[in-house]
């Protein structure tokens, strides 16, 4: 499993800002704010995604991609579950994959051989065979949304507003 101590924590950074996201880091032995699944599992408060050096890389970016995919004005309300509906959490789980490919040494591939590793459960029977033949859905919710072009390649969107508020 490839964790946070294991890539370029500077581009995690990085890649999280171009989101309006910041990264917090823990401390080794702490408990990580916000964790879903506690452990080493990463977590989310706010606009923040927390993780230690041996969190996975998998659970950083799925816990960012809950945040990415909501609109800006709901974020300052999250605390440790993001998900709204099964369309959303399907969301996430492709846009995981898809900022892999924005980190050095980490990748898609490698993201969704890690989401297998842990446990993700696809009727496909892998997250890639998911992300390939059965991800439709998500892939409309997020060009919907305009998280990825029509070549499926991620983009760095203006805010996105609540069409609830708007």
Same mark, same amino acid.
């Given at each position: 499993?490839?964790?946070? *101590?294991?890539?370029?924590?500077?581009?995690?950074? %990085?890649?999280? *800002?171009?989101?309006? %996201?910041?990264?917090? !880091?823990?401390? /080794?032995?702490?408990?990580? +704010?916000?964790?879903?699944?506690?452990?080493?599992? *990463?977590? #989310?408060?706010?606009?923040?995604?927390?993780?230690? /050096?041996?969190? +996975?890389?998998?659970?950083?970016?799925?816990?960012? &991609?809950? #945040?990415?995919?909501?609109?800006?004005?709901? !974020?300052?309300?999250?605390?440790?579950?993001?998900?709204?509906?099964?369309?959303?959490?399907?969301?996430?789980?492709? #846009?995981?994959?898809?900022?892999?490919?924005? #980190? +050095?040494?980490?990748?898609?591939?490698?993201?969704?051989?890690?989401? $297998?590793?842990?446990?993700?459960?696809?009727?496909?029977?892998?997250?890639?065979?998911? %992300?390939?033949? $059965?991800?439709?859905?998500?892939?409309?919710?997020?060009? %919907?949304?305009?998280?990825? $072009? *029509?070549?499926?390649?991620?983009?760095? &969107? @203006? @805010?996105?507003?609540? +069409?609830?508020?708007?």
């Amino acid at each position: 499993m490839l964790t946070l *101590a294991d890539i370029d924590t500077d581009a995690v950074a %990085l890649l999280l *800002a171009r989101y309006g %996201l910041r990264l917090v !880091r823990v401390s /080794d032995g702490e408990p990580i +704010p916000g964790s879903y699944w506690g452990d080493c599992e *990463a977590g #989310l408060i706010g606009e923040a995604v927390y993780a230690r /050096d041996d969190t +996975p890389v998998h659970s950083l970016l799925h816990e960012a &991609a809950h #945040l990415i995919v909501l609109p800006r004005e709901r !974020r300052d309300a999250v605390h440790t579950d993001a998900t709204d509906s099964i369309e959303e959490e399907n969301a996430v789980c492709v #846009l995981q994959a898809l900022l892999g490919d924005a #980190l +050095p040494g980490v990748g898609r591939a490698r993201v969704l051989a890690d989401m $297998d590793a842990w446990g993700y459960t696809f009727r496909l029977g892998s997250a890639a065979a998911y %992300l390939e033949h $059965d991800a439709a859905e998500a892939w409309a919710w997020l060009a %919907l949304n305009g998280l990825v $072009d *029509a070549a499926g390649r991620t983009l760095l &969107a @203006p @805010p996105r507003t609540d +069409p609830a508020t708007s």
